[in-house]
Every structure is written in structure tokens, then in C-alpha cells.
Nanobody
Framework: HVQLVESGGGLVQPGGSLRLSCAASGFIFSSDAMRWYRQAPGKERDLVAT????????NYTDSVKGRFIISRDNAKNTVYLQMNNLKPEDTAVYYC?????????????WGQGTQVTVSS
């Protein structure tokens, strides 16, 4: 079955860096685009970054452009989110997401989330 497992969150000071990882299994990872979302307390879950199946195309929400980098290693079935120059407003639970074609059609899959807290 499909599994997405995030790791790498934690507490970091403003200006610091973290790298999130999402290990995928149960589907052909190299065939699917991957996304990172985040959800701050009391707010909706928002798209942060997207990467194409081969990794050649990426997109970012405006608030993280120039600070975050999404990448993937298809040999390791893992997608990453390198977060630099972190700000308090980046505090959120970060989720890995994939929409996967199965025998029942296109289905969304989420990881369990990893908490990122940016605070001095």
C-alpha cells in the first residue's frame, strides 16, 4: 500500500535551515509529481512546492521563493524540502503529498506530517 513518511522537522531559530525528507513506497515513485504542503495553526493547508516526476520542473509559492528548494532522488524514492533563512511565519506542520493513479482512479495520499517551529 502507498506510504509517505516525512522526517526532519524540529525547532530552529529564525535564519536557520532544515531539510525535510519524505520517503515513499507502494507506488512507482519516478512516475509521479510530488508536492509539499504546510498547515499553520488555525489556517488552511497550503501548497508550498511542487516537483515533476523526473525533477526537471519545480514550482514554489511566492512566500518561499529564493529560500526553499524542492528536490527528489528517484533511486531512493525520496523527496526533499531544503528550507533556508527560515522565518517565524514558516512555522507549520509540513506534509508530503502525491496524487497517484491506482486501479480505482486518481487518489490523493498524504504523509503524517512533520512539525517545523521557527522561534528564538
Amino acid at each position: 500500500h502507498v506510504q509517505l513518511v516525512e522526517s526532519g522537522g524540529g525547532l530552529v531559530q529564525p535564519g536557520g535551515s532544515l531539510r525535510l525528507s519524505c520517503a515513499a513506497s507502494g507506488f512507482i515513485f519516478s512516475s509521479d509529481a510530488m508536492r509539499w504542503y504546510r498547515q499553520a495553526p488555525g489556517k488552511e493547508r497550503d501548497l508550498v512546492a511542487t516537483i515533476s516526476s523526473a525533477g526537471g520542473r519545480t514550482n514554489y509559492t511566492d512566500s518561499v521563493k529564493g529560500r526553499f528548494i524542492i528536490s527528489r532522488d528517484n533511486a531512493k524514492n525520496t523527496v526533499y524540502l531544503q528550507m533556508n533563512n527560515l522565518k517565524p511565519e514558516d512555522t507549520a506542520v509540513y506534509y508530503c503529498y502525491a496524487q497517484i493513479l491506482t486501479t480505482t482512479g486518481w487518489n490523493p495520499y498524504w504523509g503524517q506530517g512533520t512539525q517545523v517551529t521557527v522561534s528564538s
